[in-house]
């Protein structure tokens, strides 16, 4: 079964400490549509996801300055939120690029729900950080009115707090996605899916889904829609050309074709910086050991060529 799922990092949507407006959102956005039409061109089943660490960052000041006169929204409502903002901005920008493309497929974003266990164990240990900077003074007061998990940055100075980052289990909108698509013969659609994550349910002794206050890892949750949809590619898009070894040292040497055992080495070696290409990396050889064809690591830039089988790092 052939078919694409391309993750979109929150570095191709807004890069970090840039101008956070929305004109800036959609003028990079812009620059990242023209590939993803020439994908869509091909036919083949097209399937998007996307990162919301910058988006989610920013609702949750909002919320915070706002709490005074709009009482704060928990943490899955955000992701929500942020999946509908994100999905527009794809929806309004690749819609024209596809027109232009002359590419008769409509985009359509669907907001996900992702099944954590109640029982995972990240629940006892919070290690993802979220949102501002906090002093010391109001990290105190933070930990007892709200019962935070906080960490201290020395480099940045300051308390964050830390949210669990469960596993992804199931991805509860998934069947839906997959009659859409046999609906259209797969080339008639392009659904944006499963955005930052998904939103974390658990799953209650009534049979009820309730939000959680999680996250979940963008790039697991990636191979996991890749596979409930059986499509034979799961592609991550960041914002460097492929995964390497010696990473920003010298010998530093980008992968391109590897074998999954050699790249299951190089993760054991620790070549794969900790919460950033590392989860990528054991996403793809999750993805592929469920029975997934084909795992990408690229840039927007390279990304036709990366699937033509010409760029980025691709692993079998
Ligand atoms: P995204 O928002 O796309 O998930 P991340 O910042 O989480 O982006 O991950 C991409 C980053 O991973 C790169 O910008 C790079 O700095 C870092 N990185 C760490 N180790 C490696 C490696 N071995 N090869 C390539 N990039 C690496
Ligand atoms: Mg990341």
Do not use: C
């Not at 990636?222 to 010298?250: N, Y």
């Amino acid at each position: 079964m052939p078919g694409v799922l391309v993750a979109l990092g929150g570095n191709a949507l807004e890069r970090a400490g840039a101008d956070a407006s929305w004109a800036s959102a959609r003028r990079r956005l812009r620059a990242v549509v023209p590939v993803l039409a020439e994908v869509a061109r091909g036919g083949e089943e097209l399937v998007l996801t996307h990162g919301n660490g910058p988006q989610v960052g920013a609702l949750l000041l909002q919320n915070e300055l706002a709490a005074a006169e709009v009482p704060s929204r928990p943490l899955d409502v955000l992701g929500a939120e942020t999946q509908g903002q994100v999905g527009y901005l794809i929806q309004s920008e690749l819609t024209p690029a596809l027109r232009r493309a002359r590419v008769p497929r409509s985009v359509l974003t669907v907001i996900s729900r992702t099944e954590v266990s109640a029982r995972d164990p990240a629940f006892r240990r919070p290690t993802k950080p979220v949102g501002r900077f906090y002093s010391d003074a109001e990290a105190r007061v933070h930990r007892k009115r709200f019962g935070w998990s906080m960490t201290f940055d020395g480099a940045r100075g300051g308390w964050r707090r830390l949210v669990p980052s469960p596993r992804p289990v199931r991805w509860l909108e998934g069947p839906a996605v997959r009659r859409l698509l046999d609906s259209g013969l797969g080339s008639r659609w392009v659904p944006v899916v499963s955005g930052g994550g998904g939103i974390p349910v658990v799953r209650r002794a009534n049979g009820v889904y309730e939000g959680v206050e999680a996250v979940i890892d963008k790039d697991l949750a990636a191979a996991l829609v890749a596979r409930q949809l059986g499509l034979a590619t799961l592609a991550i898009v960041t914002d460097v050309p492929g995964a390497a070894v010696s990473f920003g040292r010298t010998g530093e040497r980008w992968l391109r074709d590897v074998s999954r055992s050699e790249l299951e080495a190089l993760l054991r070696r620790g070549e794969f910086g900790e919460g950033s290409m590392r989860p990528k990396i054991e996403a793809g050889l999750e993805f592929l050991r469920d029975g997934g064809r084909r795992f990408i690591v690229t840039d927007i830039p390279s990304l036709p060529r990366a699937l033509r089988g010409e760029a980025g790092t691709r692993v079998r």
